[in-house]
């Protein structure tokens, strides 16, 4: 079972350097999925919000596996973004689309859309996931 | 090179240094393309080096860009920052729009470190920035693979 990954030969990725590992995908293009569910990342958060505030609004469309709301490093506000994760594309995507459409958090809309995308290029990215 | 693509966006951060286990070093980078490479070697993990690769949405970059562009980090300048030194050293490349900035300088330990430099405005928006930046690679990465970056 081979170990088939990326090889990057550019001077600052000689040998070794060059392989990175990726997970598996056909060629794109459209969302892509992550080891164990399907990330969304949410902008435009109210400096205030707090995690349940996002976590209710997005829980309406299925349970949430896992949520970022990170903050500004200096002042302790949200940063502006969040990271939500579904284990089921359908939640995700009624999540994407309803959200979009709502009032947003603590009155302030927000833009949802996809984390992570398939590559474009045909042929890249043709890996065997690792672990 | 000048070019005059609006959208053209490169982004890398490097933080490292060699001694007695290696080379220890954290390293990122994005592309306008939305390609990420991430790549943590940590003598708690032996001598294994982790190296991943995955492509982020226009809207993953374009978040990216308007923390960039908020910490207003295009302004200033790394010609008074302390010099990389056996402790280790950081190098922050940036190409946004027109504008390019290519950053070294050592670790930086804490805040007192950067109140203590000779350009403490300067070095303070450098700190904050790759706090945020490391923050939002890291639950990217995390969560995308399942591994926890160590930092």
Redesign the interface.
């Known amino acids: 079972m081979s170990k088939k990954q990326v090889i990057d030969n550019t001077d600052r990725y000689k040998g070794e350097a060059g392989n990175f590992q990726s997970l598996e995908s056909d060629d794109g293009p459209g969302p892509m999925k992550s080891v164990e569910g399907w990330i969304l990342i949410a902008k435009g958060i109210h400096e205030e919000a707090q995690e349940d505030d996002l976590f209710d609004a997005f829980s309406k469309y299925g349970p949430i596996k896992n949520l970022h709301l990170n903050l500004d490093r200096r002042t302790g506000f949200v940063k502006g973004y969040a990271l939500v994760e579904f284990s089921e594309f359908a939640h995700a995507q009624d999540a994407l689309n309803g959200i979009n459409k709502s009032e947003g958090i603590c009155g302030k809309k927000i833009q949802v859309d996809w984390a992570f995308k398939k590559p474009n290029k045909k042929g890249a990215l043709k890996q065997i996931k690792k672990q | 090179m000048q070019t005059n693509q609006n959208d053209e966006f490169y982004l890398r951060y490097y933080v490292g240094h060699k001694g007695v286990y290696g080379h220890e070093f954290l390293e990122f980078e994005f592309r306008s ?3 990420l ?1 991430y ?1 943590n070697n940590s003598n708690y993990k032996q001598d294994v080096l982790i ?10 970059i374009s ?1 990216f860009k ?2 960039i562009e908020e910490s207003e980090i295009i302004k200033e300048n790394d010609s008074k920052w302390p010099a990389p030194d056996k402790i280790g050293r950081q190098e922050l490349e940036i190409k946004l729009g027109n504008a390019h900035i290519s950053f070294t300088t050592s670790k930086l330990g804490s805040i007192h470190d950067v109140q203590s430099s000779q350009d403490p405005d300067g070095l303070r928006v450098f700190f ?1 920035l790759i ?2 930046l490391k ?2 690679v890291f ?2 990465i995390g ?4 591994i926890k970056p160590v930092n």
Not at chain 2, 51 to 60: A, D, G, L, Q
Not at chain 2, 143 to 146: A, M, S, Y
Request: proline share 0%; with cysteine; glycine share 4%.
């Open positions: 393309d939305g390609r490479r790549a190296r991943k690769e995955c492509f982020v949405s226009e809207s993953v978040e308007r923390i904050y706090q945020d923050c939002f639950s990217l969560l995308h693979f399942r």
